[in-house]
Antibody, heavy 118, light 107 residues
Framework: QVQLLQSGAEVKKPGASVKVSCKVS????????MQWVRQAPGKGLEWMGT????????IYAQKFQGRVTMTEDASTDTAYLELSSLRSEDTAVFFC???????????WGQGSLVAVSS | DIQMTQSPSSLSASVGDRVTITCQAS??????LSWYQQKPGEAPKLLLY???SLGTGVPSRFSGSGSGTDFTFTISSLQPEDFATYYC?????????FGQGTKVEIK
């Protein structure tokens, strides 16, 4: 059974960076396609990006270009999302989500709350 | 980016009702559409992918149809545990984009 366990809540000041981790168990990370999704309080889901394993490239939503970095550590089956230059509107729950079949994002982490406040 | 327009944004229904939600893409996405259910404080749950394929363990009262730009999501007989927010998402093109969500509330 695939499980995704994310790191805990964080409070950051504007301008800081945050790194969220997503530990995969029950399946090799290298056989999953990992997505990252953001949800601001009371708002809808927002896709941030993915690592396209077939082409070996990371694809980010234009909105986050230049501020976001998605990485993986295959030795520990852990994916990471780093978001820099945080502002108050980045306050959100960040989800990692994985799929084996394209589009069938079956597996989700529990979410990591990042609060940005001075 | 492909825009996904869901309607309605919210609806009220009773247990046993048939519920239909539509999702329209701003361009042809073939069948590359999925539907998710999200309850407050929880992660989304995959219900359908490829427009009409049920996710693992998803009850058959959930169904989907459509291709191209127009898609429909149906709950044939609403159950108490189905009160939630539903999102469509296209994955034909990057970035993957979500609809704005439809909140299904108890009448």
């Amino acid at each position: 059974q695939v499980q995704l366990l994310q790191s805990g809540a964080e409070v950051k000041k504007p301008g800081a960076s945050v790194k969220v981790s997503c530990k995969v168990s029950g399946f090799p990370l290298t056989e999953l396609s990992m997505q990252w999704v953001r949800q601001a309080p009371g708002k809808g889901l927002e896709w941030m990006g993915t690592f396209n394993r077939e082409h070996g490239e990371t694809i980010y939503a234009q909105k986050f270009q230049g501020r976001v970095t998605m990485t993986e550590d295959a030795s520990t089956d852990t994916a990471y999302l780093e978001l820099s230059s945080l502002r108050s509107e980045d306050t959100a729950v960040f989800f990692c989500a994985a799929e084996v079949v394209v589009g069938a994002t079956d597996f989700w982490g529990q979410g990591s709350l990042v609060a940005v406040s001075s | 980016d492909i825009q996904m327009t869901q309607s309605p944004s919210s609806l009220s229904a009773s247990v046993g009702d048939r519920v239909t939600i539509t999702c329209q893409a701003s361009q042809d996405i073939s069948i590359f559409l999925s539907w998710y259910q999200q309850k407050p404080g929880e992660a989304p749950k995959l219900l359908l992918y490829d427009a009409s394929s049920l996710g693992t363990g998803v009850p058959s009262r959930f169904s989907g149809s459509g291709s191209g730009t127009d898609f429909t999501f149906t709950i044939s007989s609403l159950q108490p545990e189905d009160f939630a927010t539903y999102y469509c998402q296209q994955y034909d093109n990057m970035p993957r984009t979500f609809g704005q969500g439809t909140k299904v509330e108890i009448k």
